[in-house]
């Protein structure tokens, strides 16, 4: 097989795993590495023995494919000049800044007739393909998606930092199109919002309840999903899957409360998971890195033309949901009237403080 030539550019905190990963695989030449910042570019370079460089324009005509994996301000501009270029591309998430820019990439790899595939990583979650091999037809979500404030992604909120995720799997789970949204989000630190709540309600009566937030401490990412088929709760972070659904007796004749005596009531309890509500739990964290195989499938459709499993279109579909949420959240009268405080950046003023610093000096202050 011949080898395609790559290239990655930005390698910051993401983009530098995007080089390990290519610069170790086999069929593979890692050509360069671009960082606006020199220093960075060098380290990366040198640690994966390529070539460093501070604007993309020396690699356009060098390389088979591309990872675009700067600040989501510049993946338009870069994305573009790679697919004018006939080149393929990988652009992480979110695609770009608004639905404009996003047609505009479409259209230039529909041009070229060459690939284009946006970085919704958790496509590749072990828990979450399982989850698609099953007949489930989503009536309600809820998607949590929390993490801590890392200083990073700061052009943007957690919505397209985020919840963007959420929104991609939802749309892949439920299918469009979305009737209504109702958003409600709050900036903390300035700048853009850092948690936002989403309520989506699907033409097909789906309803998802979707929250992210850049400022809680300790991690969280899940999805659960209640259907006619039964319930699945998707740990994101452990990549473990749970399926419950009703057993052959409940699905038939329910459960036969009027009929049961004493003790069989008192047995349900201990019966209910398992009797009648039948429990897996599938573990997917033993199934590979996936951004590994983002990447590798990524290759896989460069090499042979098909179109990937997120591909532009998808990562469109997603960002224009996205602006529907912060269009919301924008609008959102958090005390009723128009005339008063608006959107994530004006909130009420506070009515007081929670606790007093003294209270903060006491030692079970930190259990939370
Ligand atoms: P980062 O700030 O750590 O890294 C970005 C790098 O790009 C920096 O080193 C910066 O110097 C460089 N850069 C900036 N402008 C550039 C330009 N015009 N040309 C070349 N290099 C440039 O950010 P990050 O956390 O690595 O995030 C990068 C992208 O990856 C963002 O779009 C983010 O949303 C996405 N991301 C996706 C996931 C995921 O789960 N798929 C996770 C983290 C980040």
Known sequence: MTRLRTAVIGVGHLGQHHARILAHLPDVELVGVVDSNPEQA?????????????????????VDAVHVVTPTIYHHEVAAAFLEAGVPVLVEKPMCRTVAEADHLIALAERAGVPLQVGHIERFNPAFEELLRRPIRPKFIEAERHGPFTGRSTDIGAVLDLMIHDLD?????????????????????????????????????????VTASRITRHPKRRLRVWAPEGYAGIDFVTRKLLLVQPSEEVRRWGIPLDRLDGSARARLREELFGRYLQVLHL???????????EI????????????????????????????RVLESLR?????????????????????????????LACPQADAA
């Open 42 to 62: 060098r380290l990366i370079a040198e640690r994966f023995h390529t070539r460093a460089y501070t604007h993309y324009a020396a690699l356009l005509r060098q």
């Open 169 to 209: 799997l939802l749309l892949t789970l439920v299918g469009g199109p979305v009737a209504r949204v109702a958003a409600v989000g709050a900036s903390v630190f300035g700048g853009h919002e850092d948690m936002v709540n989403a309520r989506l309600e699907f033409a097909n009566g789906c309803i998802a309840h």
């Open 283 to 293: 573990d997917g964290d033993r199934k590979g890195d996936m951004l590994t195989a």
């Open 296 to 323: 590798v499938h990524f290759l896989e459709c460069v090499r042979t033309g098909r179109r990937p499993r997120v591909s532009g279109y998808d990562g469109r579909q997603a960002l224009a949901l996205a602006e």
């Open 331 to 359: 609008t959102h009268a958090w005390e009723g009237r128009a005339d008063g405080p608006v959107g994530p950046h004006q909130l009420p003023p506070p009515a007081g403080y929670l606790f007093t610093p003294a209270q």
